[in-house]
């Protein structure tokens, strides 16, 4: 009998014929014996699985490398297995709670009893497991039925694997077991532990079960793991700088923003310096913005629960958001604005709109709040109130592909403005497996996905796939930086939006002079302005480029005697928009010049007797030296070379 054949299209298009039951691995070696060997896993119709696992019918396939984040995360997650394997050796009893990957490693809830483990019982762990991953053991599958499974851990006396079943369904149940240690796990899994060749244990922190902070505190131990030494090597280089360039640290250090226990945690205040870097970035993109046919509007911080209800953010968000604010009035209710979005829906509906009028662009830099859990505040990166460069684009269908091509102009100039020249797209879709992540039909749902696609296709830049990261009403095209370290951040996103249209029932009318539903889309340059300062600060080590740097010069008097004179050449470089200010402090020349290198300041202008009398300034350029002396006016000339 002939074999059933199924088709396998690729990433690049094309399409290749393999027998029903065949693998990701068997789509590798097809292809070449060196790609087989670095396959973790694969993307199949949008989900992780493992590379070996049979597929039955046509299918879409992403090999996933070490080089993917989603081949990592499978690496990741099988080395957290590894893990708890060895704490069940070393700590008989210990029971275990979940052991996901997370951005960079992972870690495992695990419940230790009356033992406690500290950060000194790490390098024993990290010794055990590597101890297990040169076994070189399969990570093998099982389907499981539920009343099994619940034998299994009963006997095993795992309560937090049994309050895990209970949610499961029936036939949807599958256990991992590598060497000695079997979990309840969806996967998927490295072929087999031999692959792991460098384990670093991170810290051991507290967690609450499930993220419910009215159940038991577990120990979190949070690790990360490399197929190469070397790269472990590198990434622990990385950390180092990492920890130097930490945007709470230079942030306090460059005075540029605070927080205040009383004012409330993850509720940022910008101090002046870090106000003048903010509006310049502020002030770049409203330029952009109005060259580009944006208005500019303004809108409350507040608004009623019910615009939220409308919107879907309540019914998604509502749980874990600020809760409602309510009035003396009985029954009524206002949020803090989480999205800016509803707002510019309400302003859509102000009066009737014409399809003469479409494109309308509407743009804020509005302040939102979203009630982020007290562990997971992080400086300027995760905070509870934050301003984001929005807009929203009402457009007519036919216009969606021009103008997301247009928003997309914006964001790459913006980006690379600031200095970040690695930039890839993500185009962020929905996870097939989970659609009541998701709001509006099916329809809109394809049509907004194509819209992205198509419009991505012409785009001159990297550009990668990923599922389960759309909004909960539209997919979006995300910009992915890699910063100075190799670190990857999201920042700009562009969302194409056919559901909050329909939400808000927004109507205009089009040359058929009958009423037509428009399309919306969402635009965010920088995403945040909290957490593009906080990436802008690490990538840079507080280094800013020089139009943004909030003090561009210090004068150094060397004595007192030359303050009033420093104090002339500050005023007429202000002339010239050139921004700094005058240490007039009782300290040694050497002590100042060492103060303002520390503060990034980019140009120190010496002043001294010589410099006083013949009408000039030492320059000296931070991190380089002396430049010699120079009349205000050639320093004018010669910043402006720099800017």
Request: with cysteine; glycine share 8%; proline share 5%.
């Amino acid at each position: 009998m002939k074999p059933l054949m199924i088709n396998i299209t690729l990433p690049d298009g094309s399409v290749r014929e393999f027998e029903a039951g065949s693998s990701a691995m068997d789509v590798a070696q097809s292809i070449s014996a060196g790609l087989a060997r670095n396959v973790i896993s694969a993307r199949v119709n949008g989900t992780i699985i493992d590379a070996d696992r049979p597929i039955e019918q046509d299918a879409t396939v992403e090999l996933l490398t070490w080089n993917d984040q989603g081949g990592k995360e499978t690496f990741w997650h099988s080395t957290a297995h590894l893990m708890a394997e060895a704490l069940e050796e070393l700590y008989p009893g210990v029971k275990l709670g979940i052991g996901p990957a997370v951005e960079n490693g992972f870690y495992y809830d695990i419940d230790t009893g009356d033992r406690s483990i500290s950060s000194e019982d790490l390098p024993r762990i990290e010794e055990k497991m590597l101890e297990l991953a040169r076994r070189k053991v399969e990570y093998v599958r099982k389907d499981i039925s539920k009343a099994d499974a619940i034998a299994y851990f009963t006997e095993k006396e795992d309560p937090y694997k049994l309050e895990l079943l209970d949610r499961l369904q029936d036939g949807t149940i599958t256990f991992y077991t590598q060497g000695n240690f079997t979990d309840l796990c969806r996967g998927p899994h490295i072929a087999n532990s031999g692959s792991i060749k460098a384990i670093k244990l991170m810290k051991v922190a507290g967690a609450y079960w499930l993220g419910d902070e009215k159940r038991k505190q577990l120990t979190r131990i949070y690790g990360i793991s490399f197929p190469k030494a070397k790269e472990l090597k590198e990434y622990l280089e990385m950390l180092e700088e990492a920890k130097k360039r930490d945007h709470r640290k230079l942030g306090q250090e460059l005075e540029l923003f605070m927080f205040s226990e009383k004012v409330g945690a993850g509720l940022p205040m910008w101090l002046p310096k870090g106000t003048q870097l903010r509006e310049r970035l502020v002030n770049y993109l409203k330029d952009r913005q109005e060259n580009a046919g944006y208005q500019q509007v303004t809108t409350p911080h507040i608004g009623k629960k019910e615009l939220y209800v409308t919107s879907g953010h309540w019914d998604k968000y509502g749980a874990d958001s600020f809760q409602p604010i309510k009035t003396p009035r009985e029954g009524e209710e206002f949020m803090l604005k989480p999205m800016n979005c509803p707002h510019h829906c309400e302003m859509y509906k102000f009066r009737p709109r014409s399809y003469r009028e479409l494109p309308l662009r509407l743009a804020e830099f509005g302040t939102v709040y979203r009630y982020e859990q007290t562990g997971e505040l992080h400086g300027l990166s995760r905070v509870r109130g934050f301003t984001q460069d929005d807009a929203h684009i009402f457009c007519m269908p036919e216009q969606v592909k021009g103008e997301f091509l247009a928003v997309v102009d914006i964001v790459r100039e913006v980006l690379g403005m600031i200095g970040f020249d690695d930039v890839t797209a993500q185009i962020s879709l929905r996870d097939p497996a989970t659609p009541e992540k998701y709001i509006g039909s099916e329809k809109n749902w394809e049509s907004a996905e194509q819209a992205i696609i198509d419009a991505c296709a012409e785009i001159d830049m990297k550009t990668v796939k990923v599922y389960g990261e759309a909004a909960f009403y539209g997919p979006k095209l995300d910009f992915m930086v890699r910063d100075a370290l190799g670190r990857q951040w999201q920042l700009g996103t562009v969302q194409v939006d056919y559901n909050l249209p329909d939400r808000f029932e927004l109507e205009y009318i089009g040359a058929d002079n009958q009423p037509h539903r428009p399309v919306m889309i969402h635009r965010a340059p920088f995403g945040s302005l909290e957490r593009f300062t906080s990436i802008l600060i690490e990538h840079t080590g507080g280094k800013f480029p020089l139009w943004l740097t909030p003090e561009q010069i210090t004068l150094l008097p060397i004595s007192e005697k030359f303050n009033d004179y420093s104090q002339q050449v500050l005023a007429e470089l202000a002339k010239h928009d050139i921004r700094g200010s005058v240490d007039d402090r009782n300290e040694t020349i050497g002590r100042k010049i060492r103060d303002t290198e520390l503060k990034r300041t980019p140009f120190m202008l010496i002043v001294g007797e010589k410099e006083a009398e013949s009408g000039q300034v030492a320059v000296r350029v931070q991190g380089e030296g002396d430049r010699g002396a120079m009349t205000v006016g050639e320093f004018v000339e010669f910043f402006r070379g720099e800017l």
